[in-house]
């Protein structure tokens, strides 16, 4: 049976049964991107509208890959981050290619990276902003 043949799995109900199982869905994999350090990417083709990976807290490091997701220009952005009960959930904005980036918009504009003319040396800028839950709602 073909992608394309199964029936589409509610996303929300998804990232729940995903939240319940404390572990983050198979289909991405951590790598290294030049000028920026970690991220995540997918390891097969994703949908708009899928539920993609989530985060409990994005200010601790404890292995989760939604914590490593980047931030993306208008252009570049292709998920969204949403609140689902208490887990930071990310869904897919458009079609994602396999092997793709996963990025959203932090939602501020003054960080480093944002800026054309900042050349800080590379750091770990994956951080998913967990002080910005007020932008999410």
């Known amino acids: 049976m073909s992608r394309k043949d199964r029936k589409r799995v509610n996303p929300i109900e ?3 049964k995903w939240s319940e199982k404390n572990i983050d869905p198979p289909g991405f994999n951590r790598s290294l991107f030049e000028n ?3 991220g995540v990417r997918t390891t097969g083709r994703r949908n708009a509208g899928d539920f993609l990976d989530l985060c409990v807290d994005a200010s601790e490091e404890d292995g989760r890959l939604g914590r490593l997701v980047n931030h993306g220009s208008k252009k570049e952005i292709n998920c969204k981050m949403k609140l689902i009960g208490e887990v930071l959930c990310l869904f897919g904005t458009r079609d994602i290619h396999e092997g793709e980036e996963l990025l959203y918009d932090y939602g ?3 960080y480093p990276w944002n800026s054309k003319t900042n050349h800080l040396p590379l750091r770990d ?5 967990i002080s910005l839950l007020h932008l999410l709602t």
């Not at 800028?125 to 902003?129: I, Q």
Request: with cysteine.
């Open 14 to 16: 998804e990232s729940r």
């Open 36 to 38: 920026k350090g970690r």
């Open 125 to 129: 800028h994956s951080v998913c902003p």
């Open 108 to 110: 501020l504009k003054s």
